[in-house]
């Protein structure tokens, strides 16, 4: 499993969200906040989640239905992890009908919080494809080797995360800092980094074959294309 968790709290108590962002951040995650069921599906359209740390109780909806339309909404299978008071077995059961992957109650200790979230991101993991096809291009996740056409492609740890982390995001780019953050998380803020390793993804990936598939495009990012 990757060393750190992209994950979304939605949680209107702003003190409660404030120390576990804190906490998971502090434990190397990147968080992002939102308060009202409205953010979170507009947050998971145009962002790719490992986790999403749900309140059953919201100001403009209910959790409940919330996590149905979130389920809904990601364009991959997103775990979610519901905050409740409730402890009632009909509201827990709702939940499981409803999408919930698990259940933590209020109070909780962050520390569970984040056991729990790491154990989702990493069953989710196991039910992914073992194989990412784009075009030419297989990128095979058991044995970590990227080919195209065949031929296995040469490249170091992290440029194989790039290409991991823009196949997963296909047929939509990344711009320059969702691909920083998604590989490096918050230890790395320089863009010319992200820079080099483009530019030797490209001696292997593009350079010897018809057409390129690793493509700039202008104002957004980097994306992968399938054919010329």
């Known amino acids: 499993m990757k060393q750190f968790l992209h994950i979304l709290i939605v949680e209107d108590d702003t003190v409660l969200a404030a120390q576990l962002e804190r906490f998971l951040t502090d434990a190397g995650h990147i968080i992002d906040v939102v308060s009202t069921g409205r953010d979170a599906i507009r947050r998971v359209a145009d962002t790719e989640y490992d986790v999403v740390i749900l309140d059953l109780s919201l100001p403009d909806t209910d959790g409940i239905e919330l996590c149905g339309r979130i389920k809904q909404t990601a364009e991959s299978v997103l775990p979610v992890l519901m905050l409740t008071a409730r402890t009632a077995l009909s509201d827990k059961l709702a939940g499981f009908a409803a999408g919930t992957d698990d259940y933590v109650t209020k109070p909780y200790q962050p520390d569970e919080v984040l ?27 058991i044995t970590n080797t990227v080919s195209r056409q065949n031929q296995v492609l040469h490249l170091s740890a992290t440029d194989k995360a790039i290409l991991i982390t823009l196949a997963k995001a296909h047929p939509m780019p990344l711009g320059r800092r969702q691909l920083i953050e998604r590989v490096w998380g918050n230890d790395i803020h320089n863009s010319d980094v992200l820079k080099s390793h483009i530019y030797t993804i490209r001696q ?12 700039t495009i202008h104002g957004v990012g980097f994306g992968l294309q399938a054919s010329a």
Do not use: N, W, Y
């Not at 990412?132 to 996740?141: A, K, Q, R, S």
């Not at 990936?205 to 493509?215: A, G, H, N, S």
């Open 115 to 141: 056991v729990r979230c790491l154990s989702l991101a990493r069953r989710r993991e196991l039910h992914q494809a073992k194989q990412l096809v784009i075009g030419e291009m297989t990128i095979d996740l």
């Open 204 to 215: 292997q990936l593009d350079k010897p074959f018809d057409f390129p598939m690793l493509k």
